[in-house]
Nanobody
């Protein structure tokens, strides 16, 4: 069993930055890939970024590429999502997910609001 908890959400002006954190705990959590998703009001949840269990591989959605950076610390069992040049379209609830094969564990989400 793995638990993930997001933090760091808040309100920021367009053009600003925010860093989200995903704290993971549980059995062999360092062997899980960690993914970030987001869901804007009235829209489907969408993929944002992924970091492999080793931290050597990262993948980003086209909409955030060049603006967001995901990284992990397997000593602290945390994953950070650094978000720069935020725009109003980035407003959403951001979710962290731990994934290993078919094992999926979601967090409760953290709200990010970008104002113009």
């Amino acid at each position: 069993q793995v638990q993930v908890v997001e933090s760091g959400g808040g309100r920021v002006q367009a053009g600003g930055s925010l860093t989200l954190s995903c704290a993971a705990s549980g059995s062999k959590v360092s062997t899980y890939a960690i993914e970030w998703f987001r869901q804007a009001s009235g829209k489907e949840r969408e993929f944002v970024a992924l970091v492999s269990w080793s931290g050597n591989k990262t993948t980003y959605a086209d909409s955030v590429k060049g603006r967001f950076t995901v990284s992990r610390d397997n000593v602290k069992n945390t994953v950070a999502l650094q978000m720069n040049s935020l725009n109003v379209e980035d407003t959403a609830v951001y979710y962290c997910r731990a994934r290993r094969g078919s094992d999926l564990y979601w967090g409760q989400g953290t709200q990010v609001t970008v104002s113009s």
